[in-house]
């Protein structure tokens, strides 16, 4: 099996559900199970945050113009329906169902078009950065994929790659969150602490650190998460004695 992980950062005003994230950095949204056919997608996402935040996503998701996942810049005729399964002060869980139309498209139904059957997704929503995680056969043409993606999403979205390769371990198994931090993220993290943002007090803010390194703040702060993530837990999964947590993006 091959995975392949790669995140979406969405520009303003491109996705109703990134515009709404981008307000409340601190909620998170994570698919709990994700299935689509030719025609066809359902999926169930579990969401984090303040209350305020959750009824921000919620409303997102219940009155979006068209369906999240559809890479369509405007309206497509597609049939849409999204159900609150749980609301609390803390958690909301979604479920939706999308049936495209011949002018829709999204990632799961080019990743069939390119890696066949049979591929597993894993998301996780965080801020305008939307990441995936693909495993698939490795038959298919990972190369031919993200050109027909990047065609999809135009001017919407920058698609970055995070990972390729032989899959460590089944989809959300800790393993695949031990290994090695991409590029982009280890050059994130030496440059904050070149730059003394882990000093106590920071010698820098995330955005004067963004500046310097000329990308987005939401792109850098993304990057350092997910890098002290992955450091936790392999820091965590290597004590001795001790098994690592499973994790999913």
């Not at 994700?34 to 009155?63: N, Q, Y």
């Not at 390729?164 to 695949?176: L, V, Y």
Request: charged share 30%; hydrophobic share 35%.
């Amino acid at each position: 099996m091959r995975e392949l992980a790669f995140a979406l950062e969405y520009e303003p005003g491109c996705n109703r559900v990134a515009d709404t994230l981008a307000e409340y950095p601190d909620a998170r949204i994570r698919s709990l199970s994700l299935h689509a056919t030719d025609e066809k997608l359902w999926r169930v996402d579990h969401a984090t945050g303040s209350p305020d935040a959750l009824d921000a996503i919620e409303d997102a998701f219940l009155t979006a113009d068209y369906y999240a996942d559809c890479l369509a810049t405007e309206h497509c005729g597609a049939t849409q329906s999204t159900e609150v399964l749980e609301h609390t002060d803390d958690a909301l869980v979604l479920y939706s169902y999308w049936e495209r139309t011949p002018d829709c498209n999204s990632v799961p139904h080019i990743a069939r078009d390119h890696l066949g059957d049979g591929v597993l997704f894993e998301t996780r929503h965080e801020g305008r950065h939307y990441t995936w995680r693909l495993v698939h056969s490795g038959e298919g043409d990972v190369a031919d994929f993200f050109e027909d993606l990047e065609e999809a999403v135009g001017d919407c979205a920058r698609t970055e790659m995070l990972r390729t390769g032989e899959s460590a371990a089944s989809a959300g198994d800790a393993a695949g969150e031990t290994s090695d931090l991409t590029p982009k993220q280890d050059a994130a993290l030496r440059a904050a602490v070149e730059h003394g943002y882990y000093e106590s007090p920071r010698a820098v803010d995330v955005g004067e650190l963004a500046d310097h390194l000329d990308v987005p703040r939401s792109t850098l702060t993304y990057r350092l998460r997910r890098a002290e993530e992955r450091l936790a837990k392999r820091h965590v999964a290597e004590e001795p004695g001790t098994e690592g947590p499973s994790a999913s993006l």
